[in-house]
């Protein structure tokens, strides 16, 4: 596979500590979430090999165009219309949530709208580019970021402060039957890879997926997982931890540089996130304007040449943000969000259906 | 012409875009001559009902040049109902905003121990800007009273309070040192007991001493650890690989240093009537001051009689833990982090802990007599 689909990949695993899978995942923790979180290393690997596999056999075309080519057209457009709005939930999920924590860490005094809108503003630019630009973008931050990021994993392994009974108490729940919300709040770490029904528009030539490269990604997904697990117990404690709102954010307080820059982490984390959560929402929104794009496009509504349609995506893209923002609390963020990932899983398990579906009428 | 405009169009929107930002200066930051800087923190516990909490605060007083002014502190002290009420009340005794982001360390007066510790650690954990890395500890007579002491080898930019605790100043293993995280998971947490550092002033508060410690046991609590039993805590806990052997033989006595340490332990509960905790200290150090002749070739002996001395004195302060029920090293926690959950095996261990025998195994191989024999 090209690199690309790695860092698509990647950007989900990465990001979900900002979005509420850590504090999903311990919420379930004496209600089965270590498995779980093993049941859907295999689930999700499997989907992403799915996907990718499925792809392959269509290089160069994205989802829109291999539905209404094979399905009936109305049925397509219903189909396109809910998979843009999952993806679009899913960015906004990630932008509420960091909102949140721009409001609590970073920028107290700023009002929420304002913050979600400097977000918007950034955002509307990005997703409106071309694909081939979206991914540049993301190589060149995730490039960036990526050591940090492991500068801090390590940290937060090797720190002396990290009580290993705390974990080992938490493995000593490994034999409850796992939980539905567990499995699905984890599974979305290895499901990025589902983007291809845009970004497959990029890989016009001929890929192929390995096993190695899928026993790569499930390395990495093992390795995210546990992380996101673990050790915010190994550093909070065990039968306390789910007490704590942003359990991500706290655990990366309590992590010292003695001698660097910066001493308290949490700044450089919550501005490395800042640059993961953009990159996450870029992906996500992008992918769901060019699926609203491929259903509604208003010929009329052109100027000089260009079709504007997008651009009211755009605005409708914000106004619901907005909405969202100033609505949600952050209990309900986390109940709902838990809905969503619930939800999720059921429809990429059914959109391997329509995969399955897509190649038997590609075939005759 | 018309063309022109049109080309026009683009640098315009740049610049309208780049112009608004100048809008967006004040989004509520302040300046930092208009911040003053809260140190520390201190807690102490009133006997009064309606307002128990006292709050003192140390702040730092800004200077043009520290060469001139030298080290200059300013206190507010506040009683109120809450700590949040107090702060809110101590914000309009300053003319600048009181910036919590930098104060590291926290000291409750002791009278606090003796309340519930959730509460009052609450405050801190929910407020955003104070650190979960800042040191906790106990104050001695009271938190104002180690807050205000102004020790003399106090510089200006370092508070000496910062270096106890901050492991670049001094290292001394009397000193316990706990984080404001490490404090909250082991108040919440069951099967390991809170510890902190006691911080003493003398009377004219021209001197800090940290050398004692206090856990609150499970019932709540506290028992004060004197300075061996919180060396020797440090080193069961590996927090300090240095320590200091005294050993008292018939003949022969000496002290010795020992630069690193291991100390291991597990619970083995085959036997419910006789649980056993088993104990292994690895040590290896020099010999640091003798009152005879040290003879190189003796170094096996001497370790042995090492060994003996840091066996039994480790012995002592284990039954101690046992005796006044104390668990700072988390002998519960490992309990339920090798069994199985059940969802009773706290209660299960509380049983047994009574119970429990220690066996103790110290190894400590001394490399060399020091410079001299």
Not at chain 1, 309 to 324: C, E, K, M
Not at chain 2, 82 to 92: P, Q
Not at chain 2, 107 to 122: A, K, N, Q, R, T
């Amino acid at each position: 596979m090209s690199r690309y689909f790695f860092y698509l990949v990647f950007v989900n695993m990465i990001a979900n500590v900002v979005a509420s899978v850590p504090k999903i995942l311990l919420e379930k923790k004496s209600e089965g979430a270590i498995a779980s979180m093993l049941l859907s290393i295999f689930l999700g690997l499997a989907l992403c090999y799915i996907v990718a596999r499925f792809f392959n056999s269509f290089p160069g075309k994205g989802l829109p165009e291999l539905t209404q080519k094979y399905l009936p057209r109305w049925f397509a457009n219903l189909l396109l219309l809910f998979i843009a709005s999952a993806w679009y939930i899913a960015g906004l999920i990630t932008l509420v949530t960091y909102t949140f924590l721009l409001k609590r860490f970073l920028t107290p005094d700023m009002p929420l709208v304002w913050i979600t809108s400097i977000f918007l503003l950034f955002l509307s630019y990005g997703v409106l580019m071309k694909t081939s630009s979206v991914l540049y973008t993301i190589e060149l931050v995730l490039l960036c970021c990526i050591p940090i990021n492991v500068l801090i994993m390590f940290k937060s392994y090797v720190t002396p402060e990290l009580e290993w009974d705390f974990i080992s108490e938490s493995i000593m729940h490994a034999y409850e039957l796992p939980s539905f919300t567990a499995l699905s709040a984890s599974t979305y770490l290895l499901v990025g890879g589902f983007n291809l029904i845009i970004f497959n528009r990029f890989f016009t030539k001929k890929h192929k997926i390995t096993g190695k490269q899928i026993l790569f990604i499930g390395m990495l997904g093992i390795g995210s997982l546990l992380t996101t697990y673990f050790i915010p117990i190994g550093m909070n404690g065990f039968e306390s931890v789910e007490m704590i709102a942003y359990p991500w954010i706290i655990t990366a307080d309590t992590l010292r540089l003695n001698l660097g820059v910066i001493e308290r982490i949490l700044f450089v984390f919550l501005l490395l996130y800042l640059a993961i959560s953009f990159l996450s929402l870029l992906i996500h929104w992008h992918v769901a304007i060019e699926l609203y794009k491929s259903v509604i496009t208003f010929k009329r509504l052109t100027y000089k040449g260009k079709n504007l349609t997008p651009l009211l995506f755009i605005g409708l893209f914000w106004f619901g943000s907005i909405q969202v923002t100033k609505y949600l609390t952050e209990y309900q963020l986390t109940l709902y969000t838990s809905y969503f990932y619930n939800l999720l899983l059921c429809s990429l398990i059914g959109m391997v259906g329509l995969f399955w579906f897509i190649v038997r009428r590609a075939k005759s | 012409m018309k063309k022109k405009v049109q080309h026009l169009a683009k640098p315009f929107f740049i610049i309208v875009a780049v112009m608004v930002l100048l809008f967006q200066s004040g989004c509520g930051f302040k300046d930092i001559d208009k911040r003053i800087f809260v140190l520390s923190i201190g807690i102490d516990h009133t006997k009064s009902e309606e307002k128990p909490f006292r709050v003192v605060l140390k702040l730092a007083v800004p200077s043009g040049s520290i060469k001139q002014s030298g080290t200059e502190y300013t206190y507010l002290t506040e009683e109120s109902e809450s700590i949040s009420t107090a702060i809110r009340i101590l914000k309009s005794q300053t003319d600048k905003e009181l910036d919590f982001g930098h104060a590291k360390v926290i000291v409750f007066g002791e009278e606090v121990l003796h309340h519930e510790l959730e509460e009052i650690i609450d405050f801190f954990l929910r407020r955003r800007d104070i650190q979960m890395i800042s040191w906790v500890g106990v104050g001695q007579p009271s938190a104002e009273s180690v807050l205000k002491a102004e020790p003399e080898s106090e510089m200006a930019g370092s508070h000496a309070l910062f270096n106890f605790f901050d492991q670049n100043g001094v290292e001394s293993s009397l000193i316990v040192t706990s984080y404001l995280f490490d404090f909250r998971r082991r108040v919440m947490e069951t099967g390991i007991d809170p510890i902190l550092p006691v911080l003493n002033t003398s009377e004219d508060k021209k001197r800090i001493e940290v050398s004692r410690a206090i856990v609150v046991n499970s019932d709540k609590k506290p028992v004060e650890l004197n300075e061996k039993q919180a060396t020797i805590y440090n080193l069961m806990g590996n927090n300090a690989d240095r320590y200091d052997v005294r050993v008292k033989n018939d003949d022969l006595n000496f002290t010795v240093a020992i630069d690193t340490s291991k100390v291991t332990f597990d619970i083995n509960t085959d036997s419910k009537q006789k649980p056993i905790i088993k104990m292994d200290i690895e040590m290896v150090g020099i010999i640091q001051e003798a009152d005879v002749d040290t003879d190189s070739s003796k170094l096996h002996t001497y370790s042995e009689v090492t060994s003996k001395t840091v066996k039994k004195d480790v012995t002592e302060v284990l039954t101690m833990f046992q005796e006044e029920g104390l668990d700072p090293l988390g002998f519960g926690l490992r309990y339920k982090a090798t069994r199985l959950n059940n969802n009773k095996r706290y209660e299960e261990w509380k049983e047994l802990y009574p119970k429990v025998t220690f066996e103790v195994n110290a190894k400590a191989s001394l490399k060399s007599t020091g410079v001299i024999e």
